[in-house]
């Protein structure tokens, strides 16, 4: 059984630019959970996807999109990048869409300039 | 909406139980899970509470108690490698956010 996976590690941007990130979830886990972590501040809750439709959405504008494939994997796209999205971003995957126990991957460093 | 308290900072001796609180306001509540999270890591699942009472998995313990939407996380024999953050998380159907994190406690433990 293989751990969550996210790429790329890191990635710096300019403002103004699109990004995408990647997620693998744990095999079996149908729901994945995108998530937010500026330096020394808890993760914010982006969106959820279960069974590859969006479940759940924290107060992110729409230039946050994300998808969730049939293989486990997913995706989040950030369009516009503004200075205030940098940030670490992390996928958590878990067996139930309540999200009461979530593996997350080691994150993606983002920074815009 | 949904909020929740931690304390910022804890300082522990190596060998010591430390307590971690946490109170949380919020609507459809499913449950409270807890997270560690080291310096430059990603959070690592440590227990989750559904219903009122004590959880143990090893050193650490968890209790919920829905009445007082309270809840603490209880780290026994306390080593030098549980300095880090922890966060508590409220699982519910309140709005259509799923998950909401505390803003951490990071713990130091001193020899």
């Known amino acids: 059984e293989t751990g969550v996976t996210q790429s790329p590690t890191h990635l710096i941007k300019t403002r103004g630019q699109q990004v995408t990130l990647r997620c693998s979830s744990q095999s079996g886990h149908n729901t994945v959970s995108w998530y937010q972590q500026a330096l020394g501040q808890g993760p914010q809750f982006i969106f959820q996807?279960?069974?590859?439709?969006?479940?759940g959405r924290g107060n992110f504008p729409p230039r946050f999109s994300g998808l969730q494939f049939p293989n486990y994997s997913s995706e989040l796209n950030v369009n516009a990048l503004e200075l205030d999205d940098s940030a670490l971003y992390l996928c958590a995957s878990s067996l139930d869409p309540r999200g009461n126990e979530q593996y997350f991957g080691p994150g993606t460093r983002l920074t815009v300039t | 909406g949904q909020s929740l308290e931690q304390p910022s900072e804890v300082t522990a001796v190596e060998g010591a139980i430390v307590q971690i609180n946490c109170t949380y306001q919020?609507?459809?509540?499913?449950?409270l899970s807890w997270y560690q999270q080291h310096d430059g890591g990603a959070p690592t699942f440590l227990s989750y509470?559904?219903?009122?009472g004590l959880e143990e998995t090893g050193r650490f313990s968890s209790f919920l108690s829905r009445s007082d939407s309270y809840g603490y996380l209880l780290l026994q024999e306390l080593q030098m490698k549980d300095s880090a953050s922890y966060f508590c998380?409220?699982?519910?159907?309140?709005?259509?956010?799923?998950?909401?994190f505390g803003t951490g406690t990071k713990l130091q433990v001193i020899p």
């Open positions: 996807y279960y069974r590859e439709e969006e479940n």
């Open positions: 998380a409220v699982s519910h159907s309140g709005g259509y956010q799923k998950v909401t």
């Open positions: 919020t609507s459809g509540f499913y449950g």
């Open positions: 509470n559904g219903l009122d």
